[in-house]
């Protein structure tokens, strides 16, 4: 079984329109993030979120928005979406500061 | 925020011989760092990690090791075999962990058979 689990693992489409990725983590973890990497394969935290607080990194455009239904799931959406927003996104979870495991990627092409 | 540096970007070894990547990091509340292993087109897995409270740690082939004062920390892998080609990166995270973890920009290392 997958422990962090993405979908889509692909997900091509034109500048202007709003998409999700989903995430969902059969660990148990308490906590989830958002990472990106860019083309230059640079891993960037984007969110982390526990069911107590949300931490966003400043550099985020206001466009995305994790939106997490329960524990074992936080999904990523992206309004309005721009060509620098391609990049590799990778979910991954933790309990509180233990090791982070990471899912298998959603790489996003903005045509 | 915490900021980490790794170099080097490329190395390049014999298979056999031994290689060394190095990170520095800026916030000295830092307390824990893993290392995470990527093959293209993979995800980044976690390979070793260390504690702020830990000063050397070690399995099987690799090893990192930790100076505190210096802000420095280091993976070295000995007997370097083909399957070790892969982007090593390091990280730091803070405190409980809800910020995240912060990465080195990658190592690309390549075995020459």
């Known amino acids: 079984d997958t422990a962090v689990s993405q979908t889509p693992k692909y997900l091509v489409t034109q500048m202007g329109n709003d998409k999700s990725i989903k995430c969902e983590q059969n660990l148990g973890h308490d906590t989830m993030y958002w990472y990106k990497q860019d083309s230059k394969k640079f891993l960037k935290i984007m969110f982390s979120y526990n069911n107590k607080e949300l931490i966003i990194n400043e550099t985020v455009p206001n466009r995305f928005s994790p939106k997490s239904p329960d524990k074992a799931h936080l999904n990523l959406h992206i309004n309005s979406l721009e060509l620098g927003d391609s990049a590799v996104y990778f979910c991954?979870?933790?309990?509180?500061?233990?090791?982070?495991?990471f899912g298998d990627g959603t790489r996003l092409s903005i045509l | 925020g915490e900021n980490v540096e790794q170099h080097p970007s490329t190395l390049s070894v014999q298979e056999g011989d031994s290689a060394v990547i190095k990170c520095t990091y800026s916030?000295?509340?830092?307390?824990?760092f893993p290392w995470y292993k990527q093959e293209l087109g993979k995800r980044p897995q976690l390979i070793i990690d260390i504690r702020s409270n830990v000063g050397e740690k070690k399995d099987q082939r690799i090893a990192v090791t930790l100076n505190k004062t210096a802000k420095h920390f280091s993976l070295h892998i000995t007997e370097t075999q083909p399957e070790d080609s892969a982007v090593y990166f390091c990280a730091a995270i803070t405190g409980g962990g809800a910020d995240g973890l912060t990465f080195g920009k990658g190592t690309h290392l390549i075995i020459q058979p």
């Open positions: 916030d000295s509340a830092s307390n824990y």
């Open positions: 991954a979870s933790s309990w509180g500061n233990q090791p982070q495991h």
